[in-house]
């Protein structure tokens, strides 16, 4: 069984920088992706950024440039480095692990969350 514990969300200003943790346990071998999305308070839960095992990634464009998704297999962890955050960054941040099939998704996984909040 797979688990997923997110990590490293606190407050930060705006134009600072966070790194996030994802760490995981259990087998993955039936997954392809992992990714993290995130939700502001009224909002609908969005995706920020997805790696594939094989290495490509993809990101939304509100986070393009200044965020960064990477995978640690040593460690079996998947990191997302945001830098210059917004106060529209603000969100819960959830990590993610599913296995896509061309458009569809299977076997999808979620972590607890952790908090980011942005502001002066």
């Known amino acids: 069984q797979v688990q997923l514990v997110e990590s490293g969300g606190g407050l930060v200003q705006p134009g600072g920088s966070l790194r996030l943790s994802c760490a995981v346990s259990?087998?993955?071998?039936?997954?392809?992706?992992m990714g993290w999305y995130r939700q502001a308070p009224g909002k609908q839960r969005e995706l920020v950024a997805t790696i594939a095992f094989g290495g490509s990634t993809n990101y939304a464009d509100s986070v393009k440039d200044r965020f960064t998704i990477y995978r640690d297999n040593a460690e079996y962890t998947v990191y997302l480095q945001m830098n210059s955050l917004k106060p529209e960054d603000t969100a819960t941040y959830y990590c993610?692990?599913?296995?896509?099939?061309?458009?569809?998704?299977?076997?999808?996984?979620w972590g607890q969350g952790t908090l980011v909040t942005v502001s002066s």
């Open positions: 259990g087998s993955i071998a039936n997954f392809n992706v």
């Open positions: 993610n692990v599913h296995r896509a099939v061309g458009r569809l998704t299977f076997s999808e996984v």
